[in-house]
């Protein structure tokens, strides 16, 4: 969505297409104008690039450094580096997430990304005591006075890590990824945010990383942020990092056109809790919303694995080009915010399980059978085939982000990953270690029916598949 053209919002509201186009992330509205059409997978092997992914993007950096970073300098000041940055670190150059950034990141010519304004709005986030009040939280409330935009500090901006940790810090919680209007039918109550997956934290006294804020033309808005798709509350303790299992912005976004005379879209529809399409414009590729605790020893960002994560850059540009996307490619955010966020990232950590007699009989099985794609020490590694793992190979030969693999994803913390695989189809470590869940009838998945594919360890017997999962519980 354009910002620079919000005061036309309730008529463009009319049209489904941009019915539907609200309800997608930040992250799936990122391909090229043009339309996708099949063809061969112009794959290039990052082994093409003199940079091979170091296994811990983090190592090298001080994070808690007072002094400006070189590598950190180069990302905030020196356009040919991040375009340089970005070409290594595309797999497959002909899909059209990678057409889209190499028509307009970093191009020095006109229609460049560089030459759209820069969006740092003020910004409030959704109090717990508004789900209280008679109609929940709404918009017309508008900003209060104490709203806030990013203060970004001249260390921030010569590039010393420590004050760029603590920008993204903040900006998790407070960086609008996309301004939404149809957010109201889930923030009318406690139990409305709890239907449809907004977490309501006491200690922060925030509802789902949800904020206020305002368009450029001055129009109120709601807006989500990082905070909204991964953290999720266990035990009483908001997890930061950990992707939401309950966000259910399809079926929210389905509510909201009905109200407003519309009919919800099969594809949003089948979005179901903890998803989001993150390749279409249709909404018709949903995958899992995932785990951000360990993604400094991913080897591939994205679930078919579309960028080489190179360096902590890699994962900035990504996060810098989400939101430019987001914004319907006519806002960007500041590039410092976008560095902080990638180096706040590298701050999170996950929290071993409980080391016990039959994790460490797991640990031989797991070094014997699952290690040769989830090393050591972190259980991540490179990509793979989409043959290899056997599960939905659709969104892997996408013609938006598809690279005909797979990535490896960590296993640090997956005991409390509450949805499994690229698409979300089981609930914990024990279904995936469930031979029953290949077979027809099955039940315990997230839809109805079998979960094929991912079969590795699943030919053990009972005892020897417990230990599996006690270990990957110690992790």
């Given at each position: 969505m ?14 489904l ?12 509205r ?7 059409s ?8 990052a ?18 450094s ?14 040919t580096?991040?375009r340089?940055e ?5 797999v ?6 990678s ?10 010519r ?8 820069e ?8 109090r717990?005591g ?7 939280a ?6 209060p ?12 901006r ?9 920008l ?5 919680f ?21 239907q ?8 922060r006294?925030?509802?789902g990383?949800?904020?206020r804020?305002r ?5 109120d ?6 905070a ?11 997890v ?13 976004t389905?509510?909201w ?28 590729d ?5 785990d ?18 190179l ?5 900035a540009i ?16 500041p590039?410092e ?16 399980g ?6 460490a009989?797991?640990a ?8 040769s794609?989830?090393?050591p020490?972190a ?14 190979a ?17 296993l ?7 949805t ?10 024990e279904?995936?270690?469930?031979p ?17 594919g ?22």
């Amino acid at each position: 969505m354009d910002l620079r053209h919000t005061p036309a919002l309730p008529r463009r509201l009319k049209a489904l297409a941009v019915l539907a186009a609200l309800a997608l992330p930040a992250c799936s509205r990122s391909g090229s104008s043009k339309s996708p059409s099949p063809s061969p997978l112009a794959t290039r092997d990052a082994g093409a690039s003199a940079r091979v992914p170091p296994g811990d993007i983090a190592a090298g950096i001080e994070l808690t450094s007072t002094q400006p970073d070189p590598l950190l300098v180069r990302y905030l000041q020196d356009s040919t580096f991040r375009r340089a940055e970005l070409e290594a670190a595309l797999v497959n150059p002909g899909n059209l997430y990678s057409q889209d950034r190499l028509d307009h990141y970093e191009t020095h010519r006109a229609g460049d990304w560089a030459d759209i304004a820069e969006f740092n709005p003020r910004v409030a986030p959704i109090r717990g005591g508004e789900l209280d009040a008679p109609g929940g939280a709404r918009i017309a409330s508008g900003l209060p006075a104490d709203a806030a935009a990013l203060v970004i500090t001249p260390e921030m901006r010569a590039g010393v890590p420590a004050a760029l940790v603590e920008l993204g810090r903040q900006a998790f919680f407070r960086y609008p990824a996309q301004l939404v209007w149809h957010f109201e039918p889930g923030l009318r109550s406690r139990q409305t945010a709890a239907q449809y997956g907004f977490w309501v934290d006491p200690e922060r006294d925030e509802v789902g990383g949800v904020i206020r804020t305002r368009s450029t033309e001055g129009v109120d808005a709601f807006a989500y942020t990082c905070a909204t798709c991964h953290a999720w509350p266990i035990d009483g303790k908001l997890v930061i990092g950990l992707g939401n299992p309950r966000l259910d912005l399809g079926a929210l976004t389905g509510q909201w056109m009905s109200e407003n005379g519309q009919r919800p879209t099969p594809e949003l529809a089948a979005w179901g809790p903890g998803r989001a399409d993150v390749s279409t414009p249709e909404g018709r590729d949903p995958v899992r919303l995932p785990d951000l605790r360990s993604v400094r020893y991913l080897h591939h960002l994205h679930h078919n694995g579309t960028l080489s994560q190179l360096s902590v850059i890699t994962l900035a540009i990504r996060l810098e080009t989400l939101l430019v996307t987001g914004f319907g490619k006519g806002l960007r955010p500041p590039r410092e915010a976008a560095l902080g966020l990638a180096l706040y990232l590298l701050t999170l950590r996950t929290e071993p399980g409980p080391t016990t007699e039959a994790s460490a009989r797991g640990a031989q099985l797991f070094a014997a059978r699952c290690a040769s794609c989830h090393r050591p020490p972190a259980g991540a590694g490179p990509a793979v085939s989409l043959d290899s793992v056997g599960t939905d190979a659709h969104l892997g030969h996408s013609a938006w982000r598809g690279t005909g693999k797979w990535r490896v994803p960590t296993l640090l913390g997956v005991a409390l990953r509450q949805t499994l695989l690229h698409d979300g189809s089981l609930t914990s470590v024990e279904a995936l270690m469930d031979p029953a869940r290949t077979q027809p009838g099955y039940t315990g998945g997230v839809r109805p029916g079998p979960v094929p594919g991912h079969r590795f360890g699943l030919d053990l017997g009972p005892g020897e598949r417990g230990d599996l999962v006690a270990y990957l519980r110690s992790l």
